[in-house]
């Protein structure tokens, strides 16, 4: 069979991969710490299950809007309203089946061959694979790990060209945690004035985790950006929900039709009675969703403070979401011989930071969506495995 050369073109995300080597090591029973795959380590509370059960005991089996359940949608604009202070027309929402399906329509709208869409790097390795997948060409935005991982303005709007048809960014982010100041955003978009015509991607999926007092800033409270701006948000972190696959999208009151018919073309609709566990999550008590945001703030203090004392490698704090990005250069080792040697010889499953991007060679990811327990073993191991290397503590 002859299959479309567009096909070779499609990247994965390694997280996946690395998370099937350690499930098969575990299997052959090995010990394994897990600090590779991006995923709450809780259950999702009670009530939103609960109220999926009700759903289907309900009887909302059948299919719904390709753009979701109106009580859903404007369940979200209430959200959107509380949390980021703008109103939102509940039209230019569509609900799909995850935060992945929003980042995929928007690169199929605007990526083609002869287009440039940029995207963070360190970043999200769908956000490179879905470009090239269409032929545009994939123009990287460098994050600065004495920034905390954010990015330049100035270094965003200067690889801006005449081929520029979208800018991907995300904060809090992942694989870095790093969340962009609420300045420099200030400075990108005052700068994006002089580009009307570069439609802009806000990857938002970890609003809900950011730490030491810090505001998220939505690209969502900047009306200069209203026309241009896709919003990518969902269920899957604030509420431990990563396999009930549903999230959202709001689009800018001229793209919603192409979003809307490329959800009937590509998955019809959500799953009907997920949609009522979205709105008793948006709706519910939030006081589980809060405590697990604060268990991650207590696990990202103690995995920087351990990485820290460990030989060759340095981390600085990471701002949001739920990872660690480690800077192993003074190892001597490169990320992917690391990350396979951590796995193979002492069981701790990491990400190589060039999973995330061609500037994430030096760097390592952990996910501190782990139990404190695993986070210490993990330490432990490493630190047996760098010694064993030779590896010496780093002055200063």
């Not at 329509?105 to 963070?120: K, W």
């Not at 409270?221 to 269920?235: N, S, V």
């Amino acid at each position: 069979m002859r299959v479309t050369a567009a096909l070779a073109r499609l990247g994965t995300e390694t997280a996946f991969d690395v998370l099937a080597r350690a499930v098969a090591l575990a299997e052959s029973g090995r010990s394994i710490v897990n600090l590779g795959i991006g995923q709450p380590d809780f259950p999702t509370p009670g009530h939103i299950v609960e109220a999926a059960v009700k759903a289907l005991r309900d009887g909302h089996h059948g299919y719904t809007p390709a753009n979701g359940i109106l009580p859903l949608r404007e369940a979200v604009a209430r959200d959107l309203l509380k949390r980021r202070g703008v109103e939102v027309d509940p039209g230019r929402i569509v609900v799909v089946p995850g935060g992945k399906v929003t980042m995929f329509f928007a690169v199929l709208m605007f990526g083609e061959p002869g287009a440039e869409i940029l995207y963070p790097d360190p970043g999200f390795p769908i956000y490179r694979s879905l470009i090239e997948y269409t032929g545009a060409t994939p123009v990287p935005i460098p994050l600065h790990e004495e920034l905390g991982f954010a990015f330049r303005a100035e270094e965003v709007l200067e690889r801006i060209t005449p081929r520029t048809r979208l800018l991907i960014l995300n904060s809090p982010a992942n694989p870095t945690g790093g969340v962009v100041p609420k300045a420099e955003l200030d400075s990108l978009v005052a700068g994006l004035l002089r580009h009307p015509e570069v439609a802009v991607l806000s990857d938002e999926i970890y609003a809900r985790m950011c730490y030491d007092g810090l505001e998220h800033a939505s690209l969502l409270a900047y009306p200069e950006l209203e026309d241009r701006l896709i919003l990518l948000d969902g269920w899957s972190k604030t509420y431990a929900m990563t396999g009930w696959r549903i999230g959202y999208g709001v689009w800018p009151a001229a793209l919603v039709d192409h979003a809307v018919r490329l959800a009937v073309n590509c998955h019809s609709c959500v799953h009907h009675a997920t949609q009522w566990a979205a709105i008793a999550a948006l709706e519910g008590p939030q006081e589980e969703s809060e405590r697990m945001v604060r268990e991650f703030d207590r696990r990202r203090r103690l995995i920087v403070r351990l990485l820290n004392q460990l030989p060759g490698i340095s981390c600085v704090m990471p701002k949001g979401a739920f990872y660690a990005f480690a800077n192993i250069a003074a190892t001597g080792l490169r990320a992917v011989e690391l990350q396979d040697r951590l796995l193979e010889e002492e069981g701790v499953a990491a990400i190589a930071g060039t999973s995330f991007g061609l500037f994430g060679e030096g760097y390592l990811r952990f996910s501190y969506a782990a139990s404190t327990e695993a986070i210490e073993e993990a330490a432990s191991r490493m630190r047996r495995f760098l010694e064993r290397c030779g590896v010496e503590k780093q002055s200063g």
